[in-house]
């Protein structure tokens, strides 16, 4: 069975199913798992397949028509489609799949470094106010 955590998770959101039961168990279901995205959802179809649905009229042919994808379940506003998990990444780019935040090391370090100084600042204001109300009660 196919992990989306594990195939996708570091370059999109991996979510659980909407409609899945909140049992221990979950975890080991590896088919309750989706890649959200802003025109459908992509998730686990079979042991080496992938399947992604889609509502949005503009993009059920655009799906259709991309290699590798095979119909499975078409309505008259909705299809399904299922395909190799080698064309992921085209199929999450025409869906828009939520993408996960990649900072660079430069970045990550500026970020940190604001955390510090906010920190830093949230405990000097609260420590002017402790004394504060210390010298407003003893006086």
Known sequence: MIDL???AGKRYR???DKSRSDEPSRAERLWLYQ????????GV???NTL???????LMISRLIALPGTTVVRRGDSEVQVTF???RLHAVAQLLKA????????EQREKLVARGKAALISLR????????SDRQSEAG
């Open 5 to 7: 955590k594990e195939l």
């Open 14 to 16: 991996v979510a659980l």
């Open 35 to 42: 890649i959200p995205c802003l025109y459908g959802h992509i």
């Open 45 to 47: 179809w079979g042991e």
């Open 51 to 57: 399947s992604a649905w889609t509502d949005r009229r």
């Open 84 to 86: 190799p998990p080698e």
């Open 98 to 105: 939520r993408v996960k935040r990649q900072l660079t090391p």
């Open 124 to 131: 000097t204001e609260r420590a002017s106010r402790a004394r």
